[in-house]
């Protein structure tokens, strides 16, 4: 698609610049600093947008844990909507939300989410998504289940399982990474993501260390992160083999990943599995007798 001539910054795509983007993330970047108070420890922006309406909430933590109230800078909005416009791919369409973290002295650091629930609160109209849609086109098969849902749109076939190679694997991951950051508070350092599954009863847990504390505290991840995580489940199954139990994803401040796969030891569950679970499990991903763990076989 071509962009329409004279496209207004966030009312239609525009053609990309490199240049102009590095203008302004950097400029974005600059005028947070500017007017954050003096020994800050993280400046966090989060901007949610459509072409109808848009909202920005600006975070800055301090040295000692506390959190400033700050002014937002007069032109975030106008340039978070030009980059909307210049980051439009064809038929893939933009980001619904977009963030900026900055640690001092003046490293800053931008995610943005194209496919994922922003989690406006409360909602927004149907209509704003409906214009969203018609000003960045997205192919039907781009538009994710939720917003087809909001929109009154008919959900799409369920793609079919497959394996997952080592590629899509990382792709995967690298997806899972983009909902956590576009989720957690301003002020997280590390994220410790567990995703347990047993037949089709499955669980998403997290911890967080933040930037004053020690000792890890409780975060419920995005619903999307759990579904991202399934479909890693599922698509590294190995025949005769099984597939893992549980994961551990351990996401560092801003962008840094490890993960762990556990495939024989029963998860350590907060919400434990029913009964039943035991022989869904080898039904759905059946092992070899040798492969199976000593704890599941009898149950099942």
Same mark, same amino acid.
């Given at each position: 698609?071509?962009?329409?001539?004279?496209?207004?910054?966030?009312?239609?795509?525009?053609?990309?610049?490199?240049?102009?983007?590095?203008?302004?993330?950097?400029?974005?970047?600059?005028?947070?600093?500017?007017?954050?108070?003096?020994?800050?420890?993280?400046?966090?922006?989060?901007?949610?947008?459509?072409?109808?309406?848009?909202?920005?909430?600006?975070?800055?933590?301090?040295?000692?844990?506390?959190?400033?109230?700050?002014?937002?800078?007069?032109?975030?909005?106008?340039?978070?909507?030009?980059?909307?416009?210049?980051?439009?791919?064809?038929?893939?369409?933009?980001?619904?939300?977009?963030?900026?973290?900055?640690?001092?002295?003046?490293?800053?650091?931008?995610?943005?989410?194209?496919?994922?629930?922003?989690?406006?609160?409360?909602?927004?109209?149907?209509?704003?998504?409906?214009?969203?849609?018609?000003?960045?086109?997205?192919?039907?098969?781009?538009?994710?289940?939720?917003?087809?849902? !909001?929109?009154?749109? #008919? +959900?799409? /076939?369920? $793609?079919? @399982? =497959?394996? &997952?190679?080592?590629?899509?694997?990382?792709?995967?991951?690298?997806?899972?990474?983009?909902?956590?950051?576009?989720?957690?508070?301003?002020?997280?350092?590390?994220?410790?993501?567990?995703?347990?599954?047993?037949?089709?009863?499955?669980?998403?847990?997290?911890?967080?260390?933040?930037?004053?504390?020690?000792?890890?505290?409780?975060?419920?991840?995005?619903?999307?992160?759990?579904?991202?995580?399934?479909?890693?489940?599922?698509?590294?199954?190995?025949?005769?083999?099984?597939?893992?139990?549980?994961?551990?994803?351990?996401?560092?401040?801003?962008?840094?990943?490890?993960?762990?796969?556990?495939?024989?030891?029963?998860? !350590?569950?907060?919400? #434990? +599995?029913? /009964?039943? $679970?035991? @022989? =869904?499990? &080898?039904?759905?991903?059946?092992?070899?007798?040798?492969?199976?763990?000593?704890?599941?076989?009898?149950?099942?």
């Amino acid at each position: 698609m071509t962009s329409p001539s004279g496209a207004a910054p966030g009312r239609g795509p525009l053609p990309y610049d490199q240049n102009r983007y590095q203008e302004l993330t950097r400029g974005i970047a600059t005028l947070l600093a500017q007017a954050a108070p003096p020994d800050w420890r993280r400046i966090d922006l989060r901007v949610m947008m459509t072409v109808a309406v848009s909202d920005a909430s600006l975070a800055v933590v301090m040295q000692d844990g506390t959190s400033r109230p700050v002014e937002m800078p007069r032109d975030i909005l106008g340039m978070a909507a030009e980059l909307r416009s210049i980051m439009y791919r064809q038929d893939r369409g933009t980001w619904m939300s977009m963030r900026v973290m900055l640690d001092p002295p003046g490293s800053y650091y931008t995610a943005y989410n194209n496919d994922y629930d922003p989690r406006w609160e409360p909602d927004i109209p149907a209509e704003a998504y409906e214009q969203d849609l018609a000003a960045f086109p997205r192919a039907e098969e781009n538009i994710p289940d939720w917003l087809r849902a !909001r929109t009154g749109r #008919p +959900p799409l /076939p369920p $793609a079919p @399982a =497959e394996p &997952l190679g080592p590629v899509e694997q990382k792709d995967l991951l690298e997806e899972i990474t983009t909902v956590l950051v576009d989720s957690l508070p301003a002020s997280w350092r590390q994220a410790d993501v567990y995703h347990n599954a047993l037949g089709s009863h499955t669980e998403t847990v997290a911890q967080l260390l933040t930037c004053d504390t020690h000792m890890p505290s409780p975060w419920t991840p995005p619903p999307a992160a759990g579904e991202l995580f399934e479909r890693l489940h599922r698509g590294m199954y190995s025949d005769g083999l099984g597939t893992w139990f549980s994961a551990r994803f351990q996401l560092a401040f801003p962008f840094s990943y490890q993960v762990e796969y556990d495939h024989d030891t029963e998860p !350590r569950w907060k919400t #434990p +599995p029913p /009964p039943s $679970a035991y @022989a =869904e499990d &080898l039904e759905m991903f059946p092992r070899d007798p040798g492969d199976t763990p000593s704890w599941l076989h009898p149950r099942a």
